[in-house]
Each structure stands twice: as structure tokens, then as C-alpha cells.
């Protein structure tokens, strides 16, 4: 699985976008890229993933660029409840099981 | 929304002692899972379950671990001889069952096992 590189922290103001950006340079061409957060110490909560196009949801956005190298998660208005560790997760999913290797993740702080 | 149930969400055993971490997945997943996390460390693999099988286990997954799927919903994580340092939280998540889904793990929300 390829290998991701995300800030240790960052922080955003209540209302505004948070952009949190990841590094995936050696990802390969069947690799996804996934999102997930972990709130305090809950379990970790799927928010999105995809492989070449943008993706949004009702959580957030996903950019990836062109080259795959490099991805962003846009939480569109963050809140306070936003506040977690964030991360980005490079797997190949062909059906079947899958395996996520959690890194250290990006920790998000939300403030007012 | 259908959710992963773990309990108890607290266990405290003493060192040497066998303990059994419970999960009740989501209904219709195929797809079971154990990871643990270190206070203040990283979300670790242990092991993947499919079919009555193990799929995949990672290194920390030795001899003193096993899964089972004793019925049809729950699945459990036994620690046979507990030491200080399987203290940790035990997550549970069930992936798999629908196109929408396959992807995607749903994690419980863990149970806090402290070994003394």
C-alpha cells in the first residue's frame, strides 16, 4: 500500500472550510484513496474515498489531483464537532476484505 | 442507521487472566475486523475475518489471540493469558453485504480493556 504524508495538526475557525491536504506520491493506478476521522477516542468513522474523480457527500469533498499524487478533504462549514484526527488512507480494494492501515493522521482543531 | 456494538466498553482484568471482547456487526456484513490502539498511539490491524476464516492477521495478532464467530451475529476477540500490555482499545468493524458498503469499514464504538 502506498504511503501517505499528512500535517501533524492544523487548525480551522468555526464556520470556514477546513482543507486538509495529504501526499500519496507512490500511489499506484488501482489504489483509492480513503478518509476516515477518529473523534476523541471513538472508533474511527468512515467519511469518503475515491479513486480518480472528485467526490462529495454529505460530510465532505474530495479533490484529487491529476496526477493522483496529492489529495484534499474539504469539510465545506466546519463545527466545533468537527474537531478530530483526520486520515487519509491509500489501499487497492478489488472486492473482498479491506484492510486499512491507520498512519498518525492529521489533528484538526475547530475553534470559534 | 445500522451500527457495530461492542461490549462491555469497559474491562478490567488482571494480568495472566483470559478475557473475550464482544461485537455484534452490522446484520447483513460479511467482513469482520479487530484493531486496537495504544493510548496515544496509532490504530493497529489485528485481523480479518471472513467466511469462519481468518483472513489476514498482523504480527501482534500471536498465539494468544483468536477470534470466533460462535452464531450467526456476534463476533468475539478472546486474549487467552492477558499481559500489561494488551492494554488498549479493542475496536471492532464490519464491512461488506452491499455495493454500497463493500468499501467501507464501520467501526463500534470500542471497549477499553486495562490489564493490571
Known amino acids: 500500500d502506498a504511503k501517505t504524508t499528512q500535517p501533524p495538526s492544523m487548525d480551522c475557525a468555526e464556520g470556514r472550510a477546513a482543507n486538509l491536504p495529504c501526499n500519496h506520491s507512490t500511489i499506484s493506478g488501482n489504489e483509492y484513496v480513503y478518509w476516515y476521522r477518529q473523534i476523541h477516542s471513538q472508533g474511527p468513522q468512515y467519511i469518503i474515498h475515491?479513486?480518480?474523480n472528485n467526490e462529495t457527500n454529505e460530510m465532505a469533498s474530495l479533490i484529487i489531483t491529476e496526477d493522483r499524487k496529492s489529495s484534499t478533504l474539504i469539510l465545506p462549514h466546519a463545527t466545533l464537532r468537527d474537531t478530530a484526527v483526520y486520515y487519509c488512507?491509500?489501499?487497492?480494494?478489488?472486492?473482498?476484505?479491506?484492510?486499512?492501515?491507520f498512519g498518525a493522521g492529521t489533528r484538526l482543531a475547530v475553534h470559534p | 442507521e445500522p451500527e457495530v456494538t461492542q461490549t462491555p466498553s469497559h474491562q478490567v482484568t488482571q494480568m495472566g487472566q483470559e478475557v473475550i471482547l464482544r461485537c455484534v456487526p452490522i446484520s447483513n456484513h460479511l467482513y469482520f475486523y479487530w484493531y486496537r490502539q495504544i493510548l496515544g498511539q496509532k490504530v493497529e490491524f489485528l485481523v480479518s475475518?471472513?467466511?469462519?476464516?481468518?483472513?489476514?492477521k498482523s504480527e501482534i495478532f500471536d498465539d494468544q489471540f483468536s477470534v470466533e464467530r460462535p452464531d450467526g451475529s456476534n463476533f468475539t476477540l478472546k486474549i487467552r493469558s492477558t499481559k500489561l500490555e494488551d492494554s488498549a482499545m479493542y475496536f471492532c468493524?464490519?464491512?461488506?453485504?452491499?455495493?454500497?458498503?463493500?468499501?467501507?469499514?464501520?467501526f463500534g464504538s470500542g471497549t477499553q480493556l486495562s490489564v493490571l
Open positions: 475475518f471472513y467466511n469462519n476464516e481468518i483472513s489476514e
Open positions: 468493524a464490519s464491512s461488506g453485504g452491499t455495493p454500497a458498503t463493500n468499501e467501507k469499514l464501520f
Open positions: 475515491g479513486l480518480k
Open positions: 488512507i491509500v489501499r487497492a480494494f478489488s472486492g473482498g476484505y479491506n484492510k486499512l492501515i
